[in-house]
């Protein structure tokens, strides 16, 4: 997000200098996610946030001279339950108005799309073909590399540890090497926001949750695309990671807090969910494991734009999940309102100020 930010700030000739506490880019959530990109969201904003966001994915070599391994595959959700089949058909309606080529599909059509998959109590498939994965490291690497070459500074190893105020305005940030003079400070600190947002004195609404993901060793059904299937019920979701099967699932009993160690009794719920849906699974051993974290805000929706509160004070954070795939279009909006430019999506419904004024709308396709 940061870099995102960095670039298209950097494309209007606007000095930047991004902060990043670790010794390399894409430590955190970014770099530990599953590099999921769709359009399949219930929320009409979260779908233009991908419209647009996956329109520069596909332009992102052009415009940066960088692979990001796109694979426009799909996402597949197998919906089991009456309620939810009502939500998804919805759903796909809106996405279609907005010219998204959702289809639900009647169990015998998921057949055709991946094997192996027990559908005994699916009752249809919410699918996108505009959906897919990319690298989330390619992505994230691409724009610091043009953000440099426009002139833009990246300290890492710079920890924030403080925000100067005078009166009603941002006077610096500090780090630990020092004092940034500055006007406009964004606050893209994704799981971290809360902390950042107490410096300025805003209260920024979004807790860290960890999420896990495995990778299996290659074994023989493995499937032969790079599919996105979401069990929704369950949320259990894999695709194909090189020779094996990238897995992961949301654990409802997960309190918040920074862990990011792997918890390695959890897998065995991962997996006993996932081969009662992939039953191939049962024949797979874990290559790898990693954990990171969700910056989940209280609707599910990110915090984008200026706080009403402070001046000069921005967010970009509170994706609950989605922020990788949102990050290219969210960096270009975000240099448009500190530009005092009008965006090409309207954010006032992801403004903080929407929940002191209980004018919040849930996304309910949350895995």
Request: net charge negative; proline share 5%.
């Amino acid at each position: 997000m940061g870099c995102s930010i960095a670039y298209h700030l950097a494309r209007q000739n606007v000095r930047v200098i991004l902060l990043e506490r670790e010794p390399r880019l894409a430590t955190g959530a970014t770099g530990r996610c599953s590099g999921g990109v769709r359009h399949q969201f219930s929320n009409p904003a979260n779908v233009q946030l991908s419209i647009a966001s996956i329109r520069k994915l596909k332009n992102f070599a052009d415009e940066l001279d960088c692979e990001i391994d796109l694979h426009q595959d799909g996402y597949l959700f197998l919906i089991t339950r009456a309620e939810s089949l009502a939500h998804f058909r919805k759903s796909a309606a809106m996405q279609n108005a907005l010219d998204v080529p959702t289809e639900i599909l009647p169990v015998e059509k998921i057949g055709e799309l991946v094997e192996h998959v027990n559908l005994g109590d699916v009752l249809a498939g919410s699918y996108c073909r505009e959906d897919g994965v990319a690298d989330p490291n390619g992505v994230t690497l691409g724009y610091a590399r043009k953000a440099r070459q426009l002139g833009t500074e990246i300290a890492l190893e710079n920890e924030v540890i403080g925000i100067r105020r005078e009166g009603s305005r941002i006077a610096a940030v500090c780090t630990r090497s020092g004092e940034i003079a500055t006007r406009v400070v964004v606050n893209a600190a994704g799981p971290w926001s809360a902390a950042v947002g107490e410096m300025a004195g805003v209260e920024v609404p979004v807790r860290p949750y960890r999420r896990h993901v495995f990778i299996t060793h290659g074994f023989a059904e493995v499937p032969r695309n790079h599919l996105f299937v979401i069990d929704f019920d369950t949320t259990f979701y894999f695709h194909r990671e090189g020779e094996g099967v990238l897995m992961g699932m949301s654990d409802p009993d997960e309190p918040s807090s920074f862990r990011d160690a792997v918890d390695w009794e959890f897998l065995d719920r991962v997996t006993e969910v996932g081969v009662r849906r992939f039953p191939p699974l049962a024949n797979a051993s874990i290559r790898r494991a990693w954990a990171g974290l969700y910056e989940v805000t209280p609707d599910a929706n990110p915090i984008l734009g200026e706080a009403s509160q402070l001046p000069g004070f921005f967010l970009a954070t509170g994706f609950s999940g989605h922020g990788f795939m949102h990050g290219p279009v969210v960096g270009e909006l975000i240099a448009d309102l500190i530009l005092r430019r009008r965006p090409q999506i309207d954010t006032s419904g992801f403004s903080l100020d929407r929940f002191a004024q209980s004018k919040t709308r849930s996304e309910a396709n949350v895995v």
